[in-house]
Every structure is written in structure tokens, then in C-alpha cells.
Nanobody, 124 residues
Framework: QVQLVESGGGLVQAGGSLRLSCAASGRTFSWYDMGWFRQASGKEREFVAAIRWSGSSTYYADSVKGRFTISRDNAKNTVFLQINNLKPEDKAVYYC?????????????????WGQGTQVTVSS
């Protein structure tokens, strides 16, 4: 079992920045590839970004490339999502998730463990 707890969400003006964190506990964090997803009201949960267990490879949805950066600190069992130049369409609940390494990380069904989410609201 892996427990995931997100933090760092909030209300930010358009153009602003946020840094989301996801703290993991339980099984060895470095065994897992990590992803961030988001779900806007009335919409399906969608892939945002992912990072391999080693940090060697990262993946992004086209809608966030150049604005979002995923990183991880295996020594601190934490994955981060730096969000810059926030847009109103970024408003959503953001979830981190863990997948056993080697799977297709852009696919939601690859993930075994999920956090409870953190709300990001963008004011225009």
C-alpha cells in the first residue's frame, strides 16, 4: 500500500504560480512512477504530467507543456508539480497517483494508488 497526500493548492490569479506537493508513505517510493492528474467540475479526470521512478523521464499533456514541471525527491518521498502562468482552464482538483514502474504513465488505468486531491482555483 502507498498513501499519498497532496498539498499546495489554492486560489491564484491568472498568470500566477503554484507548487503542488504530494507526500508518499508506505511502500518504497522509488519503486513507483508518479503522475499528476486533474479533474475539472463536470469533466473526466485527465492526465497532466508524470515522472519515472528515477526522475530520468518526464511526460506532459500538450495543454500544460512549457508551463508545468514535474519533479521528485526520492529521499523525501515527495513529488512536485510546479505550475506557472496559470490559466482559468487550469482550475481543477489535482490528484497525484503512483504506478508500478514500467507502465504507460499517461494512461489513468496504469495507476494503483491515488491521493485525495488538492483544489486549484484560478481567478481571471
Amino acid at each position: 500500500q502507498v498513501q499519498l497526500v497532496e498539498s499546495g493548492g489554492g486560489l491564484v490569479q491568472a498568470g500566477g504560480s503554484l507548487r503542488l506537493s504530494c507526500a508518499a508513505s508506505g511502500r518504497t517510493f522509488s519503486w513507483y512512477d508518479m503522475g499528476w492528474f486533474r479533474q475539472a467540475s463536470g469533466k473526466e479526470r485527465e492526465f497532466v504530467a508524470a515522472i519515472r521512478w528515477s526522475g530520468s523521464s518526464t511526460y506532459y499533456a500538450d495543454s500544460v507543456k512549457g508551463r508545468f514541471t514535474i519533479s521528485r525527491d526520492n529521499a523525501k518521498n515527495t513529488v512536485f508539480l510546479q505550475i506557472n502562468n496559470l490559466k482559468p482552464e487550469d482550475k481543477a482538483v489535482y490528484y497525484c497517483a503512483a504506478a508500478e514502474s514500467g507502465r504507460t504513465v499517461v494512461v489513468i488505468t496504469s495507476y494503483d494508488y491515488w491521493g485525495q486531491g488538492t483544489q486549484v482555483t484560478v481567478s481571471s
